[in-house]
């Protein structure tokens, strides 16, 4: 390979050297190399390449030039030397030519940033889906636990004397709190079940503006701010009052001795600049959604890790960890971003942006009918799942109120059953996530033996995995943490529905 003469490369944006193979020394370099290096041409000529990089990075370009294909070798963050002594990380391009009578190596030293800003987002990522995973993981087998605390409670509440049912009374609460952190572990992990529908954050705010003052308190000035005429955006509003709610309250408690919390919304357009930095994001219109305090401020260091699930800066007892990684949780799921800004002792501001819609806001819908009372059942259920302390509880339950019950551990089991009995199973309950054979896989087999049967899956997940099986299959879903009278009222809500099909297909 030729090079054309020196004058030619000062066309090419990016820095370019050649370099003398015999003594290393400089040939030529362009405009954007003696920009980008602060040196002249006349300083550049009297360098050789060890003067400019590190002895490491200098075998590395021997070793890389002696070799068929240079490029094949690792020429990633090498340390160049600028003239003003600051060290830039530049990755190498290389190829090895004739610059007119002289075999010359050619390097494009490009600014390493961009690079490893892209390497970086991608291992934070990761971070976070790994921990996603164990999160989800983790709510599900506390959602199992829990399902089997409070419906046990429930069932015993009404033979325990006033003293005792006051004390279970606080088993349960404590139950129901516990089931909002599973909430906020799959909000966090992206396996929380969302429905959404366009939003004005305007029209949210203005319905917690009441609220969100009782709850930061009189000690500090809460503004709400909404920008005129904003856009929709696709979202699920219970979680989205969750990230308003989740961000005021981490603002309060940076202000302790009073301060002022501004919530302000806005039209944004989100470029390049951005989603360089961002690379799940994509350009376009977005909304956004800030939360500034005058607090006390976080480092970078603090700053960078506040998405962390159980990272927290306050005292022991006074925070879970889960409030900011479940924002930022929700906000990948809604196909949003979320950035921290913060210094100690200037406060901190909390900018949320949420991908613009042009939907119109759903009409308001109509009151939910009124709860019907349990009604006793006769039919035979059929309950698969491997936590024998929850299957034990659905059979309490149902057998209290008159249903014949016949259970399996896992899905084999219960198949071997409906093959060797004849009886009629008007419903089956089973869990989707179990060993061996999962939910959906049993309700497929028992449909081929039992195509009339009804289905109620539960689970303590509610990832997307779960969402499609329900969907296809076109299945009714109870999701665990339950209550013994949700699962009774769901069980009857089913099988009403069935003997109604049945009795329209007789007329």
Known sequence: MRLPEPISLDALPEPVWVIALDDLRFV?????????????????????????????????????????????????????????????????????????????????????????????????????????????????????????????????????????????????????????????????????????????????????????????????????????DIGMVHADPGQIEQVIMNLAVNARDAMTNGGTLVIETANVELGEPYTS??????????????????????????????????????????????GLSTVYGILKQSGGAVDVYSEPGRGTSVKVYLPRVDEAAPAPQPAAAPVLPEAEGRETVLVVEDEEAV?????????????????????????????????PIQLLITDLVMPQMGGAEVVKRMRRKRPNIAVLCMSGYTDRSIQRTRSIAGLDFLQKPFTPTQLLQKVRQILDRGKEHSENAAN
């Open 28 to 228: 030529a370099v362009n405009a954007a190399a003696r920009s980008k290096f602060a040196y002249s041409q006349q300083e550049f000529e009297a360098l050789a390449l060890p003067d400019v990089l590190q002895e490491r990075d200098v075998n590395r370009f021997r070793t890389a030039v002696a070799a068929e294909h240079p490029n094949e070798y690792d020429l990633l963050g090498w340390r160049v030397k600028c003239k003003n002594g600051e060290i830039a990380a530049c990755d190498i391009s290389l190829c090895v030519a004739h610059f007119g009578n002289v075999r010359a190596a050619v390097l494009m030293p490009l600014d390493a940033a961009p690079r490893q800003n892209l390497e970086e987002q991608l291992r934070q990522s990761k971070k976070m889906e790994a921990v996603g995973m164990l999160a989800g993981g983790i709510a599900h087998d506390f959602n199992n636990l829990l399902t089997i605390i409070s419906g046990y409670g429930q069932l015993l509440v009404g033979s325990l004397s006033e003293h005792d049912r006051t004390a279970m009374d606080q088993i349960l609460r404590a139950s129901d709190r516990a089931a909002g952190l599973t909430r906020q572990l799959l909000a966090y992990s992206r396996r929380e079940e969302l429905q959404p529908r366009a939003l004005n954050l305007n029209d949210v705010l203005a319905e917690m503006g009441p609220m969100l003052h009782r709850l930061i308190g009189e000690h500090i000035d809460v503004r709400i701010e909404p920008s005129a």
């Open 277 to 322: 930095k961002h690379m799940t994001v994509k350009s376009g219109r977005y909304i956004s959604l800030s939360v500034t305090d005058t607090g006390i401020g976080m480092d970078e260091k603090t700053a960078s890790q506040v998405f962390d699930p159980f990272f927290t800066t306050k005292g022991k007892h006074q925070g879970t960890g889960l």
């Open 391 to 423: 299957r034990r509880l659905v059979l309490t339950t149902l057998e209290r109120h008159g249903y014949k019950v016949v259970m399996a551990s896992s899905g084999v089991e219960a198949l071997h059953f409906v093959r060797d009995h004849t009886a």
